[in-house]
């Protein structure tokens, strides 16, 4: 996105947040109150592990907190969150509401892990940009965030600097590093490179699986790795010049960390994901949990998050700083340009792809 319009780029600059704190608590706090509970209640969430639960515990909780007279307890979690609910009583869930991305979403409605979704009962609903609702997976979860997939590199050693996912297949490129967790997420990357369907959507049809193998297999890889931590050693050690990372954690990492500077650069189009958030079925809390997300789909919630972690976010009211706007893909109009992961329609054939995916990743 780093050839965006100027005058775009100036008019989100004008709505961009100050991050000011202890200001934005303070203007929060003489919102009105939320009506789903009546205060001194806890209610438990599960937000993804590492980052972005630092970023929550800061952030969402004290001004949910704060607004509502409630606790909030939040419970990090990267892997097991399905696991976590299939084996607790069906009326004493681990947690109350959850994070998770398409894949989690349709696997815990296939077991019925799920409330269902009333969009009536949520205040901000109407401000959802459309094109975060068009999937199946917002019939069981709200849609409240959404990130994109991107180039990181070590600025002071990187020998090719990509600008779009083309750009790996170039005589230049070399030593790519590739995550190494999920199938989809790469084969997306490969069906951008052919080019044979719009965006991404070679990915659902079988015809086009054995295609897409041999496109990944052609390109530089020098390492699949298997964790943040291995991705950035890799970078900072030379065994990599480029990794396939998430915009916002690639952009937190270069701002907290001085090892070595890190560049993150968005292709366009890119690939994308959306964090929805369930009501977790056998709760007693449930009005209290629509409430809580009727919470995170607020402008002025959603903007204080933007402030801290480049995430998208649901509401088209929210308000982005400079350095997000420039690289994210912000508009519903904009976000036609990224092909989000649908993976409802990859369910039937996910089992077998993922197990030839994990043998193709230790072939490599």
Not at 122 to 127: D, K, M, Q, R, V
Not at 206 to 219: G, Q, V, W
Not at 315 to 339: F, G, M, R, S, W
Not at 344 to 358: K, L, P, Q, W, Y
Request: hydrophobic content about 35%; some cysteine.
């Amino acid at each position: 996105m780093a050839d965006q319009d100027p005058s775009r780029r100036r008019a989100v600059g004008r709505r961009a947040v100050l991050a000011g704190g202890a200001a934005t608590v303070t203007a929060l706090s003489g919102c009105a109150g939320l009506t789903g509970s009546t205060g001194g209640d806890t209610l438990r969430v599960s937000a993804w592990s590492g980052t972005n639960e630092t970023v929550f515990k800061e952030v969402i909780k004290p001004r949910y907190e704060d607004r509502t007279g409630n606790t909030l307890e939040v419970i990090g979690n990267w892997q097991g969150i399905l696991s976590k609910i299939r084996q607790s009583p069906e009326d004493d869930p681990p947690f109350d509401v959850t994070v998770g991305v398409g894949r989690t979403n349709y696997l815990g409605g296939q077991d019925d892990l799920w409330e269902p979704v009333e969009y009536d009962n949520l205040s901000n609903a109407g401000a959802i940009k459309p094109r975060l609702r068009s999937y199946q997976m917002s019939e069981t979860g709200v849609p409240v965030a959404y990130g994109v997939h991107a180039y990181v590199y070590n600025e002071d050693t990187a020998s090719w600097t990509p600008e779009s996912w083309a750009d790996v297949q170039s005589s230049q490129a070399e030593n790519l590093a590739l995550p190494s967790d999920f199938w989809l997420k790469l084969f997306m990357m490969s069906a951008l490179l052919r080019d044979d369907e719009p965006l991404a959507d070679e990915v659902y049809d079988r015809k086009y699986m054995d295609s897409l193998f041999e496109t990944l297999e052609e390109l530089p890889v020098a390492t699949f790795y298997q964790g943040t931590q291995q991705l950035w050693t890799a970078l900072g050690q030379g065994l990599a010049d480029v990794g396939h990372y998430f915009l916002a954690y690639g952009l937190k990492r270069a701002q907290t960390t001085d090892e070595y500077p890190i560049g993150v650069t968005v292709p366009e189009p890119t690939t994308g994901y959306i964090d929805y958030y369930q009501i977790v079925r056998g709760t007693d809390r449930k009005p209290m949990a629509e409430e809580f997300i009727d919470f995170l789909l607020d402008p002025e919630i959603q903007s204080a998050y933007a402030a801290e972690f480049s995430l998208g976010f649901s509401n088209e009211e929210t308000e982005y700083p400079d350095q997000t706007a420039e690289k994210l893909p912000i508009t519903d109009e904009e976000l036609n340009q990224v092909a989000f992961q649908n993976f409802a329609r990859v369910a039937e054939f996910s089992g077998e792809m993922s197990d030839r995916f994990r043998t193709f990743v230790q072939d490599n």
